[in-house]
């Protein structure tokens, strides 16, 4: 099934994957001590990180990644496979690997799927950025997390082209490759992709990220510098989301979060490719402007000095610039420095701004060209989209905040607390702060305190934060059943995809308290059941049937649970509540499959 859906998106499939759905997640044994199974599925585009010789020089080469890793111990866990007979039990096909288990006590399926044919980066288009766009919503609710291999030349690009494509991401996706090929002696393909697998496998960081080199960036932040290191990339104007060394440590504060209660989504709509970059330098003329202006281009990322700076003394240049406004390309502003912003300090750059040029803050090339050619395939009239234009839509550029806010040492609460530790610096501030967070926010969230919450968030609190059993926020607010605390934690970037130790998501918490509005809501925002909460679910709907329980089943289906699944003999609901002559029961299935 998986290969004909795949094959629905584009047919551009190499090799297939199993015939069965995967399941997003899975736990080995039982108890505190208990193994969970995380699934992530590598989208193979190509890219120096699979390359082999050529005559011609390097080029990848299909059908070989997956038997290659697997002779990588610290890729494939072959004893693991063998002894839980994965295969077989999980029924997997020879493209799917498992790392041996993480310090976090997990073990990381991982799935690889090729495009056809496989890509050097640089003949990249936005063909390709539709085609891995619609396998991820294919596969979106089949995998905890996805690994997209790509060429390094035009990997800032697609990160960025991805970060606008995927509206309303919940899941972590990461982009990586390498410098030299994996199956070559001394490479960072291994380290690459073994980062990016923990990552997108072990936590909810719901961003398009780029991992390399023991980094891990916002996808839109970054654009390679070196051609040569294995530090190729950078993200000149915002620190790193995570580093990966001695220990992984995430800067939680950094990461981007939807902030909304609208399901995942692919922009369907190609991007628009009439957009281009021009550089200002010394002595550019306006005919050369002005021939680059011309129709069919409908947007510009225009590259110009310093905080935004261009010539201001050439009248003609400025007024070709003002004309193509007029006439509705859209012309962003950045700066050609790898750091900084574009401002309105020198009267140079007001003057770009009163020809109708717009700011583009710190964004890079890479995120201003790839937002605007998504911003204009985009309905609605020039003015929204010089509007949208402006907006911080995924994390894409630094807005400053307006109005004061509030910082650690302006809590008394944390002021008290840090008189009694001895605690002065900012560092250790956060560190109170974050260890007290996550407790804090689920007594507020269990108490339908929605003032203490938003104190903590304005603190720089993570409303996502996990306490000792894995339990978020949202979890408490989903047994509880409080809505308005449930809408206020999704407004402020909480995830559902969060599970806590036993492997149990929001979803189902709401579930078992029988939170209708509540399921309704998660759902509504993407949330899903995995496999591991549905082992049972069959036995479970048995049981509520031959008990005359029509809101634990109706709980159930507004989840999205097929009411027809069979118990642990056979049986079905339907006849379980006629065994036990549960009329209202039979009532309400019949009424559902009507």
Same mark, same amino acid.
């Given at each position: 099934?998986?290969?004909?859906?795949?094959?629905?998106?584009?047919?551009?499939?190499?090799?297939?994957?199993?015939?069965?759905?995967?399941?997003?997640?899975?736990?080995?044994?039982?108890?505190?001590?208990?193994?969970?199974?995380?699934?992530?599925?590598?989208?193979?585009?190509?890219?120096?990180?699979?390359?082999?010789?050529?005559?011609?020089?390097?080029?990848?080469?299909?059908?070989?990644?997956?038997?290659?890793?697997?002779?990588?111990?610290?890729?494939?866990?072959?004893?693991?496979?063998?002894? !839980?007979?994965?295969?077989?039990?999980?029924?997997?096909?020879?493209?799917?690997?498992?790392?041996?288990?993480?310090?976090?006590?997990?073990?990381?399926?991982?799935?690889?799927?090729?495009?056809?044919?496989?890509?050097?980066?640089?003949?990249?288009?936005?063909?390709?950025?539709?085609?891995?766009?619609?396998?991820?919503?294919?596969?979106?609710?089949?995998?905890?997390?996805? @690994?997209?291999?790509?060429?390094?030349?035009?990997?800032?690009?697609?990160?960025?082209?991805?970060?606008?494509?995927?509206?309303?991401?919940?899941? !972590?996706?990461?982009?990586?490759?390498?410098?030299? /090929?994996?199956?070559?002696?001394?490479?960072?393909?291994?380290?690459?992709?073994?980062?990016?697998?923990? +990552?997108?496998?072990?936590?909810?960081?719901?961003? %398009?990220?780029?991992?390399?080199?023991?980094?891990?960036?916002?996808?839109?932040?970054?654009?390679?510098?070196?051609?040569?290191?294995?530090?190729?990339?950078?993200?000149?104007?915002?620190?790193?989301?995570?580093?990966?060394?001695?220990?992984?440590?995430?800067?939680?504060?950094? @990461?981007?979060?939807?902030?909304?209660?609208?399901?995942?989504?692919?922009?369907?709509?190609?991007? #628009?490719?009439?957009?281009?970059?021009?550089?200002?330098?010394?002595?550019?003329?306006?005919?050369?402007?002005?021939?680059?202006?011309?129709?069919?281009?409908?947007?510009?990322?225009?590259?110009?000095?310093?905080?935004?700076?261009?010539?201001?003394?050439?009248?003609?240049?400025?007024?070709?610039?003002?004309?193509?406004?007029?006439?509705?390309?859209?012309?962003?502003?950045?700066?050609?420095?790898?750091?900084?912003?574009?401002?309105?300090?020198?009267?140079?750059?007001?003057?770009?701004?009163?020809?109708?040029?717009? /700011?583009?803050?710190?964004?890079?090339?890479?995120?201003?060209?790839?937002?605007?050619?998504?911003?204009?395939?985009?309905?609605?009239?020039?003015?929204?989209?010089?509007?949208?234009?402006?907006?911080?839509?995924?994390?894409?550029?630094?807005?400053?905040?307006?109005?004061?806010?509030? !910082?650690?040492?302006?809590?008394?609460?944390?002021?008290?607390?840090?008189?009694?530790?001895?605690?002065?610096?900012?560092?250790?501030?956060?560190?109170?702060?974050?260890?007290?967070?996550?407790?804090?926010?689920?007594?507020?969230?269990?108490?339908?305190?929605?003032?203490?919450?938003?104190?903590?968030?304005?603190?720089?609190?993570?409303?996502?934060?996990?306490?000792?059993?894995? &339990?978020? /926020?949202?979890?408490?607010?989903?047994?509880?059943?409080?809505?308005?605390? @449930?809408?206020?934690?999704?407004?402020?970037?909480?995830? %559902?995809?969060?599970?806590?130790? +036993?492997?149990?998501?929001?979803?189902?918490?709401?579930?078992?308290? &029988?939170?209708?509005?509540?399921?309704?809501?998660?759902?509504?925002?993407?949330?899903?059941?995995?496999?591991?909460?549905? %082992?049972? %679910?069959? !036995?479970?709907?048995?049981?509520?049937?031959?008990?005359?329980?029509?809101?634990?089943?109706?709980?159930?289906?507004?989840?999205?649970?097929?009411?027809?699944? /069979?118990?642990? #003999?056979?049986?079905?609901?339907?006849?379980?509540?006629?065994?036990?002559?549960?009329?209202?029961?039979?009532?309400?299935?019949?009424?559902?499959?009507?």
């Amino acid at each position: 099934m998986m290969a004909a859906e795949a094959a629905q998106a584009g047919g551009f499939l190499g090799r297939a994957l199993s015939s069965t759905e995967p399941a997003p997640a899975l736990e080995i044994g039982g108890g505190c001590g208990a193994v969970a199974e995380a699934r992530v599925l590598v989208i193979n585009t190509g890219g120096t990180i699979g390359m082999v010789p050529q005559p011609e020089g390097l080029a990848p080469e299909a059908n070989m990644l997956a038997g290659a890793l697997k002779k990588i111990p610290i890729l494939h866990d072959a004893a693991y496979a063998e002894e !839980t007979n994965l295969y077989s039990r999980l029924h997997l096909g020879d493209d799917t690997l498992v790392l041996p288990i993480s310090r976090q006590n997990k073990r990381i399926i991982y799935t690889i799927l090729e495009l056809s044919p496989l890509l050097d980066s640089s003949n990249m288009t936005p063909a390709e950025w539709d085609k891995i766009g619609s396998l991820l919503e294919i596969y979106y609710e089949k995998y905890d997390g996805f @690994v997209i291999l790509h060429g390094t030349d035009t990997m800032a690009y697609t990160a960025s082209a991805l970060s606008f494509m995927c509206e309303n991401l919940g899941k !972590t996706i990461v982009l990586t490759g390498s410098q030299v /090929p994996i199956y070559e002696l001394r490479n960072d393909g291994r380290a690459n992709l073994l980062g990016s697998l923990l +990552f997108a496998g072990q936590f909810v960081i719901p961003e %398009v990220c780029l991992y390399f080199h023991n980094k891990l960036y916002r996808g839109n932040r970054v654009t390679k510098v070196d051609a040569e290191s294995f530090n190729a990339f950078s993200s000149p104007n915002l620190p790193s989301l995570a580093t990966a060394e001695v220990d992984i440590i995430i800067n939680w504060e950094t @990461v981007w979060r939807a902030n909304t209660t609208k399901k995942f989504a692919i922009h369907k709509m190609n991007f #628009d490719q009439h957009v281009g970059l021009l550089r200002i330098f010394p002595g550019i003329t306006a005919e050369a402007v002005k021939g680059f202006l011309q129709s069919p281009i409908k947007g510009i990322v225009l590259e110009t000095y310093g905080s935004g700076n261009a010539p201001n003394n050439c009248p003609a240049l400025l007024e070709e610039l003002q004309k193509a406004t007029e006439r509705g390309v859209v012309i962003l502003n950045c700066t050609q420095c790898l750091r900084g912003s574009v401002s309105l300090v020198y009267e140079t750059g007001k003057t770009l701004m009163d020809a109708g040029v717009i /700011p583009g803050g710190d964004m890079t090339p890479e995120a201003a060209l790839t937002k605007l050619a998504y911003v204009l395939s985009k309905p609605g009239t020039l003015a929204e989209k010089r509007e949208m234009v402006k907006e911080n839509l995924r994390g894409e550029m630094t807005v400053v905040p307006i109005g004061t806010q509030i !910082t650690l040492k302006d809590s008394k609460f944390i002021q008290e607390i840090a008189k009694y530790l001895f605690i002065s610096c900012k560092e250790e501030l956060a560190a109170v702060r974050d260890a007290l967070t996550p407790p804090l926010a689920c007594a507020a969230a269990k108490n339908g305190d929605i003032d203490a919450l938003k104190a903590l968030q304005n603190m720089g609190g993570n409303l996502s934060s996990e306490d000792y059993d894995g &339990r978020t /926020p949202l979890h408490v607010a989903s047994c509880e059943g409080n809505l308005e605390i @449930v809408k206020h934690l999704l407004k402020s970037g909480a995830t %559902v995809y969060a599970k806590d130790r +036993f492997g149990a998501t929001p979803l189902l918490n709401a579930i078992k308290f &029988r939170h209708h509005d509540v399921i309704c809501l998660l759902r509504t925002t993407g949330a899903h059941l995995s496999s591991q909460e549905l %082992v049972n %679910v069959g !036995t479970e709907l048995c049981s509520l049937a031959f008990n005359g329980d029509v809101e634990g089943l109706l709980a159930w289906h507004l989840a999205g649970v097929d009411l027809n699944h /069979p118990g642990y #003999d056979g049986s079905t609901p339907y006849a379980m509540a006629r065994a036990a002559n549960r009329m209202k029961v039979m009532e309400f299935l019949c009424q559902l499959e009507a």
